[in-house]
């Protein structure tokens, strides 16, 4: 039983780049998140899927795109990387709508030159 | 509509004490407290819901005032391995947008 799994760990971009960040979790959670975490800030949400087949915006959702593959795997996508967008990224998931404690998954260290 | 926490940080001595405040500005549906060490990921603490339920783990003490939409986590006899960083997050109705503070930061030392 891996949880949630995240690739990669580290990656560096050029700006305008693009690429995927994968979340996997073999928890048979319904719900999945994406936040990221800059330095001495809390997490903000990217964007969320309450279910297999539905996504929706979270606070800061520019520059990003996601997809619900499954109900294990949720990705995201940034199109036209940013220096901004430089941050450390975190996948979640909890089994339900109800408040239910989030498994997050190791992080993806994400640096845009 | 971020909760605010305080203190930012705290320092302990190996088994004092040591509460973490969380405040909103609106009405909230419950609150949940994470802890980070550096470079790891966040690990659930526990969730206090409108009503009084509370879930988590048995040794976590927390108290929610819906009255005043604020939180308190409470650490006593505080242990090295307490140290991190501790996030409280908050959701207003029942949903996903659950909406972290910055952190307060905590250190242990023997």
């Known amino acids: 039983n891996a949880g949630v799994t995240q690739t990669p760990k580290f990656q560096v971009l050029k700006t305008g780049q693009s690429m995927t960040l994968q979340c996997a979790q073999d928890?048979?959670?319904?719900?999945m998140y994406w936040y990221r975490q800059d330095p001495g800030m809390g997490l903000r949400l990217i964007y969320y899927?309450?279910?297999?087949?539905?996504?929706d915006k979270g606070e800061v959702p520019n520059g990003y795109n996601v997809s619900r593959l499954n109900k294990r795997e949720f990705s995201l996508r940034l199109e036209s990387a940013a220096p901004s967008q430089t941050s450390v990224y975190f996948c979640?998931?909890?089994?339900?709508?109800?408040?239910?404690?989030?498994?997050f998954g190791p992080g993806t260290r994400l640096t845009v030159t | 509509q971020q909760p605010v926490q305080s203190p930012q940080a705290v320092i302990l001595r190996e088994g004092e004490d040591a509460v973490i405040n969380c405040s909103s500005s609106?009405?909230?549906?419950?609150v949940h407290w994470y802890r980070q060490k550096h470079g790891e990921a966040p690990v659930f603490l526990m969730i206090?819901?409108?009503?009084?339920e509370q879930k988590g783990h048995e040794k976590i003490s927390a108290s929610f005032n819906e009255k005043k939409q604020q939180s308190s986590l409470y650490l006593t006899a505080s242990q090295l391995s307490y140290s991190g960083t501790y996030f409280c997050?908050?959701?207003?109705?029942?949903?996903?947008?659950?909406?972290f503070g910055a952190g307060t930061r905590l250190f242990v030392k023997a």
């Open positions: 928890m048979n959670h319904n719900s």
């Open positions: 206090l819901l409108k009503g009084g």
């Open positions: 609106k009405a909230l549906y419950s």
């Open positions: 899927s309450a279910s297999e087949g539905t996504t």
């Open positions: 997050g908050t959701e207003i109705s029942g949903g996903f947008k659950t909406i």
């Open positions: 979640a998931s909890t089994y339900s709508a109800d408040p239910y404690e989030q498994y």
